[in-house]
């Protein structure tokens, strides 16, 4: 039997299918003048230390929390600090830049700042080459309100404030939470200090100000790149079919400072998973776009509803927009194996495998896809297109239009063992016992992403998952509810050559439980604390947690699902229709102790009720979220 593959190109580069790159556009336009402005009054004269140094706080009108220091530079090296005496034991964040030409103009941006809720908060910046010195101080205003007024519905989250670290502890880097819906971007230093945010902007303000907080990752330049739902002001294809979904088809390119360099307009929507190809100049992502299918074709399910979407791999030059290579999952996975769990939130839509993360192994080369709604983790080749294996339960993969197999799904599906190594976390099963879907596979999972080995080995794949858990079955009637549930950090090793996979370690099911479930979204990220081996930690944003208003006017309550009846089994617990609120845990975890060195939670300050039409309930949750310097 055939192996399944497929490699294709559908954007002749010529703006006909992709537009590309847009920079003569509202919002750079509009950047690039007040830049132009900016630097044009810098002069000779305007020397660092001579008091006619330029400065500019927020020049873009997005990012509170930044400046621009311009000035003629007279030496090589220049060091920024920004600090603040209303919070002394808050870290300076300080950046130098080495090897500056002499006697240039240098426009410098200014970070580190702190902010605090309901009051103002005054901090110092010091620019110096060691012998002339800028001093300045800045006032900034208080943090945009939480949602407990009972106004704001997109507002800033509410903190609470678990366990802070030392610097050598958990170092300097800050912790960057990409906030949903509709809310900020927002980076915290290691004593909880808000540091930097940028918002999504004001539906009612001019769209040239909004920037993207969903989709959102840095780039090798130091810039960020993302797609948003609400970015559809300025393109939308002139082919948008009936059922097309609007919106995720705007990429921003935007910096620190809030300037935005550039928009990217795609065809079909990066919904989920942006990731740099390293050394190429090219974004990797999981393109949602809708098939030409009609409705019908695929297995009988009432989540099947019409054309699929979100079931394509794409490569995008960030030079110029335009698309070089797409990979149709339609070809390369089983069309007609049941989606667990489903999603019916698009109408009309067949989301069938639901890719929401893809990254390129450094080793192997391959492309490595977390499939949500197969609950699976697929290799494929890249030159090729051709599938290589599948982590998955082994169960329903027989299943074909004609009823006779056409692939043999059991050649490439991955054997898995268990070694339940000493501090994993993970009870200790038989690989082959009815245990293993609860304790071993991924289910509805996020966040796959490559652990880099120490020595190179084209036989053996690491990579991390955020397993969200949803089900634990592919028997929807017997899936665990929420309440009994529990989100799992994971960490699993491939071996290529003889088709195994092992779970290596695990964190969150006895650690957090029910409380830290998290039916979507989330990231996991496993690292070395100071590059040491014998210092593992893991940053875990368990991003998706909801709780239902249990009327004791705090932030607990019965854990929730998503979507009752898609994401999970609906619990007999729960208030179907009653008011929810949602959380996020963040936590660096040392995995030695296996006790958070970090942690906050992040709640919006109000119980919703749920909308009109399908039940989703999503008001605060975080989709992605990093541990990175605050400076490139």
Same mark, same amino acid.
């Given at each position: ?5 497929? /490699? ?17 556009? #509202? ?42 220091l311009?000035? +003629?530079?007279?030496?090589a090296e /220049? ?18 830049? *080495? ?16 902010? @605090? ?9 010091v ?16 943090? #945009?309100p939480?949602?407990s ?22 170092s ?9 819906? @509709? ?6 230093? @290691? ?12 539906p ?32 939308t ?40 190809v ?14 030409? @299918? ?5 297995? %009988?399910? #009432?989540?099947?509803?019409?054309? *699929?979407?979100?079931?394509?791999i ?14 149709d ?11 667990v ?24 080369? %391959? ?17 090729t297109?051709s ?26 599906? %991955?054997h898995?063992?268990? #070694? ?11 690989a ?10 991924t ?20 990579? *991390? ?33 003889s ?15 029910p ?6 979204? *989330? ?36 854990p ?39 942690? /906050? +939670? ?17 008001e ?13």
């Open positions: 039997m055939a192996i399944p593959t497929h /490699i294709g190109q559908r954007d002749p580069g010529d703006g006909t299918y992709n537009p590309g790159l847009q920079t003569n556009i #509202p919002p750079v336009i509009r950047d690039n003048a007040l830049y132009d402005s900016f630097i044009s009054t810098i002069t000779s004269a305007d020397t660092l230390g001579s008091g006619n140094e330029k400065y500019q706080q927020d020049l873009f009108g997005r990012s509170p929390m930044s400046a621009l311009g000035f +003629r530079s007279t030496g /220049i060091t920024v600090t920004v600090s603040s005496t209303d919070e002394p034991t808050a870290p300076a964040i300080t950046q130098t830049w *080495s090897d500056l030409a002499a006697d240039q103009i240098v426009v410098l941006p200014v970070l580190g700042f702190l902010a @605090r809720s309901n009051m103002t908060t005054e901090c110092q910046v620019v110096t080459d060691g012998v002339n010195t800028f001093r300045k101080e800045v006032t900034l205003a208080a943090l #945009p939480d949602d007024d009972g106004v704001t519905t997109n507002g800033f989250p509410k903190v609470q404030v678990m366990t802070t670290a030392g610097q050598n502890e958990v300097d880097d800050l912790y960057f939470v990409i906030l949903s819906e @509709r809310r900020a971007n927002i980076a915290f230093d @290691r004593l909880a200090n808000v540091r930097w945010y940028v918002r999504a902007g004001d009612d303000e001019d769209p040239a100000l909004w920037l993207p907080v969903f989709n959102t990752v840095r780039l090798s330049d130091g810039t960020f790149i993302g797609s948003d739902d609400h970015l559809q002001y300025y393109y294809p002139p082919d948008l079919k009936e059922n097309e979904p609007p919106g995720l088809r705007e990429l921003w390119r935007f910096d620190a400072t809030g300037r935005v360099h550039g928009i990217y307009f795609i065809r079909d929507r990066a919904h989920h998973s942006l990731i740099e390293p050394g190429e100049n090219a974004l990797l992502y999981a393109s949602d776009y809708i098939s030409a @299918r009609n409705a019908g074709e695929g297995p %009988l399910t #009432p989540a099947n509803q019409g054309p *699929s979407g979100e079931d394509c794409a490569i995008l030059d960030l030079g110029t927009g335009y698309e070089k290579v797409y990979y999952l339609r070809i390369i996975m089983n069309f007609w194996r049941l989606p769990p489903t999603d019916l939130s698009v109408p009309f839509i067949y989301d069938w495998i639901h890719i929401n993360q893809v990254y390129l192994d450094s080793d192997t080369h %391959l492309l490595i896809a977390s499939c949500r709604h197969q609950s699976a983790i697929i290799g494929i080749e890249r030159e297109g599938l290589r294996f599948i982590s998955a339960p082994s169960d329903g993969w027989e299943a074909s239009e004609s009823g006779i197999p056409v692939t043999d799904w059991s050649n490439l599906l %991955l898995p063992v268990n #070694p339940a190594p000493k501090g994993s976390g993970h009870s200790t099963v038989s082959r016992s009815g245990d293993e879907n609860n304790d071993f596979w289910w509805g999972q996020h966040n796959v992403r490559e652990i880099i080995k120490s020595t190179s080995d084209p036989d053996i794949i690491r990579f *991390s998952v955020f397993n969200n858990g949803n089900y634990r079955t592919r028997d929807q009637s017997e899936g665990v509810v929420a309440s009994a549930n529990a989100s799992r950090c994971s960490r699993y090793e491939i071996m290529l050559s088709k195994e996979i092992s779970l290596q370690a695990t964190y969150g099911e006895s650690e957090l439980g409380e830290g479930y998290s039916s979507f979204v *989330s990231t996991a990220h496993f690292f070395n604390h100071n590059d040491d081996p014998e210092q593992p930690r893991l940053f875990a944003n368990f991003g998706g947690i909801i709780f239902q208003d249990n009327g004791s006017g705090t932030d607990t309550g019965l929730l699902t998503l979507m009752p009846g898609e994401s999970d089994r609906q619990d007999p617990q729960e208030k179907v229709n009653g008011t929810y609120q949602g959380r996020v845990i963040l936590q660096e975890v040392d995995l030695n102790s296996r006790m958070p060195v970090f942690e /906050i +939670r992040l709640t919006s300050g109000s119980f919703k009720y749920p909308g009109s039409g399908t039940l989703r309930r999503a605060l949750y975080c989709f992605r979220a990093y541990k990175m310097p605050l400076y490139h």
